[in-house]
C-alpha cells in the first residue's frame, strides 16, 4: 500500500466560522490552529499547506481564564535603545481585540516558511459582521 503524500495543487479548502463568544482563548487557538494547519484531515502533510480558512467574530468578547486578564502583557520593541514597550490584555482588547486571537493562534504554528502563508488563512473580526458569507463557512462549535 503507498503513502499518500498531498500537493499543493490538489487541496480544496473549505471556510470555517468560530465565534469566540464567551469562548477560552487557549481553546480556541488551538482549535483555529489545528484547522489552519490542516491536522483535521485525513490528507494531512506536514511541508504541504493543507489547511482551510478560518474566520473568527466576536474577537473582543474572548474570555481568558485565572488571572491572565490582569496578568498577561503584549511586549513590542521598536529596535533602538530602550524601545521597548508593555500593553495589558485590557488595553490591547480595547484597541487592537484582533491581536490577541492572531498572537495566539501564531504562536501555535509551526515556525517555518509555511506558517507566513498559513496565517493568512485566518480573517478575525472584533464584532459578529465579517464580510465572508459569500464562502458560505461552516460554524465550528467550541
Same mark, same amino acid.
Given at each position: 500500500? +503507498? ?10 479548502? *473549505?471556510?470555517y ?10 481553546r480556541?487557538?488551538? *482549535? ?11 490528507? %494531512? ?7 482551510? %480558512? ?12 485565572? *488571572? +491572565? ?10 529596535? %533602538? ?24 493562534? *501564531?504562536?501555535?504554528?509551526? +515556525? ?5 502563508s498559513?496565517?493568512? +488563512? ?21
Open positions: 500500500m +503507498k503513502t499518500f503524500l498531498a500537493k499543493k495543487e490538489t487541496v480544496r479548502p *473549505k471556510w466560522l468560530i465565534d469566540a463568544d464567551g469562548a477560552v482563548l487557549g480556541l487557538a488551538v *482549535k483555529a490552529a489545528n484547522i489552519i494547519r490542516g491536522r483535521h484531515k485525513a490528507s %494531512y502533510t506536514p511541508n504541504v499547506d493543507t489547511g482551510d %480558512y478560518v474566520v473568527v467574530i466576536n474577537a473582543a468578547k474572548v474570555a481568558l481564564t485565572g *488571572k +491572565k486578564e490582569e496578568r498577561n502583557e503584549y511586549m513590542s520593541f521598536s529596535g %533602538y535603545v530602550g524601545g521597548e514597550s508593555y500593553r495589558s490584555v485590557p488595553a490591547m482588547r480595547g484597541q487592537n481585540p484582533e491581536f490577541i486571537i492572531r498572537h495566539a493562534v *501564531k504562536g501555535m504554528l509551526p +515556525k517555518n516558511r509555511i506558517a507566513a498559513m496565517l493568512t +488563512k485566518l480573517r478575525v473580526f472584533p464584532g459578529a459582521e465579517h464580510g465572508h458569507a459569500a464562502q458560505n463557512p461552516e460554524k465550528i462549535t467550541l
